[in-house]
């Protein structure tokens, strides 16, 4: 089966991005890559009475924007697919009701804008759709409140803690003709658990994950870090990155200056949010934000795209549990523009 | 694109049930289907210290099987999708690390059998794979804790009530050549939101979405009720079944005695389980245990699976939310044998 190669698969059609979407809170709108957002909210309640109903719209208003910007419209979309961190992912699904189209939610913690491309690019290429829609969001404030501790408690974090992003990405894939981005393969991940226990320190338990999909990526498509653009992973933050870092270089791959991480490079270090952004929002605005317009620009040509998930409740970890990872891997090249 | 008319996907190749494995809860096995499972626990702890870790060892154990009674082994399988209704997907996530297979979770709430062999059955169909093993758990005591009160506290139960069902039902599916039963088509469900508020009601906010998808995937497929030996609704309950069929009824189709329900038929009346079973592993049990078998021995012809899920989680509800409902379409045939 030639679509296949290991874990990999090898896309068979030109699967492109037709419109890209991307909502950022006010302090995300404040970081290096503000002006990078099509909109960035003034304060992160967006006139909804509580911050999940905030959360759902933004998956609401990125979806429509993406389909905008595609020239397309709702019922040209196929499938929905999409998620978010919330119990019961009330964000997208309160969302998707007021969206017309089919839905399949998808849960991957923080590696949700990846599996929502990959599965979205195999319905397209299998010809099951000729046009789907995928979003990620998150909320920094739904997110403290349900994984951690009230805000209003003001709970001192530690120095390997990360921030959650608030921020919706809206990707509109079509397999119809048309100018580049494509994605071109993609590898998903297997769940991978090195038995860290510490929820504050995330970036440590997604690393081996994404480790273990690079790795089997590389192979699989018989290709170097040096043959890509970049390498960018969702949200492992600065200690996380520095693991995966080593995890590669111990299994003979050096990435050098390859690898990168949208957690890492979301706030700019005196907005003192300690490791970096993580949440699925976090890879979601950065890619739809940022590097589809890079490629489009010509300043990337070849990436690799690892949204890094990891896979705990606050229930699993009173019960003592680790904390496992789950990494998914999309290939996008810029391809003839 | 012959694949797609309208909403619903016919599958080219034929997909079949290669493994179907059923692990249910005492109760479930006191039921009227007990003979029917491979597995009864003979209680719901299942030798783990907590119930979480138990859903988590069916959902292990369910897959354990299925791929062993398919004849081949974990490494055979290209994709693991599976999910269950505990927050953040933990038992499907905690036992998938114990899993070598890529691994996609999928949040549909109790429509989540149905969504995992809708994509797992287009994987297939598109390439992507040669076999899939596709798992749904639920479990009463985990889903009571975290969705309604502890057990300890005795509450009272309302009439239109539902229990969720203690069981995990898992699936492999292949494209390679053998005997029926096979998925032909699948129709994916819109969000449907009627506004319905009482979370101990949920038959009644998922009827209108599983009358949507059923209605649509008749249309589409150009068939009627009676050219089905069953229409299996997922866990609508007493309730919710008479209002699917009168809804069904007023848009002008009569599904007679061919309309029934997974809920409904899981548990004896004086099992005292008020409206009946719930939970994504009611569908799950009631399809790998009964239906197939069925399919296989020639009781049932051709079928629709229609698991629905009701999309809230307690933090929508206590924020004033009505409970919207999705529900997908896998249509079954026994074929030649």
Redesign the interface.
């Known amino acids: 089966?030639e679509?296949?190669t290991g874990?990999t698969?090898r896309l068979q059609k030109k699967i492109r991005f037709a419109g890209c979407a991307s909502i950022a809170g006010p302090m995300e709108g404040e970081g290096p890559l503000g002006s990078c957002f099509d909109q960035v909210l003034e304060d992160d309640l967006w006139g909804e009475n509580?911050w999940?109903?905030a959360e759902s719209k933004m998956f609401y208003e990125a979806v429509r924007l993406a389909i905008a910007k595609s020239g397309m419209s709702m019922e040209d979309m196929?499938?929905l697919l999409g998620?978010d961190?919330?119990?019961?992912?009330?964000a997208a699904?309160?969302a998707?009701?007021q969206?017309?189209?089919?839905?399949?939610?998808?849960?991957?913690?923080c590696s949700t804008m990846a599996?929502t491309l990959s599965?979205g690019s195999?319905?397209l290429?299998?010809?099951?759709?000729?046009q789907v829609v995928c979003c990620a969001t998150s909320h920094f404030s739904t997110a403290e409140r349900?994984f951690r501790f009230p805000l209003e408690m003001g709970a001192q974090r530690t120095p390997t803690a990360q921030r959650t992003v608030t921020g919706a990405g809206a990707t509109v894939l079509t397999s119809k003709y048309g100018p580049g981005p494509y994605i071109t393969h993609v590898?998903?991940?297997?769940?991978?658990?090195f038995g860290i226990k510490d929820a504050n320190n995330m970036g440590a338990a997604m690393a081996p994950a994404a480790a273990d999909s690079i790795l089997t990526h590389l192979e699989d498509t018989q290709t170097r870090p040096e043959d890509y653009s970049a390498i960018f992973t969702g949200d492992l933050g600065t200690f996380g990155l520095e693991i995966l870092r080593d995890l590669l270089i111990k299994a003979g791959v050096d990435p050098k200056d390859v690898l990168r991480d949208c957690g890492a490079e979301m706030f700019a270090p005196e907005q003192d949010t300690h490791a970096g952004g993580s949440g699925c929002g976090c890879s979601g605005i950065t890619l739809n934000g940022r590097l589809i317009p890079e490629l489009q620009k010509g300043e990337l040509d070849r990436i690799l795209f690892i949204a890094t998930g990891a896979?705990?409740?606050?229930?699993?970890s009173q019960?003592g549990?680790s904390i496992?990872g789950?990494a998914h891997v999309v290939q996008i090249e810029r391809g003839a523009q």
Chains 1, 2 share one sequence.
Request: aromatic share 8%; hydrophobic share 45%.
């Open positions: 089966m679509k296949r874990r698969i509580t999940e109903k196929h499938f998620g961190l919330l119990n019961q992912l009330i699904s309160f998707a009701r969206i017309d189209i089919p839905f399949l939610g998808l849960y991957g913690a599996e599965l195999m319905l290429d299998g010809g099951f759709a000729e349900q590898t998903i991940g297997r769940v991978v658990d896979l705990m409740s606050t229930v699993s019960q549990e496992p789950v």
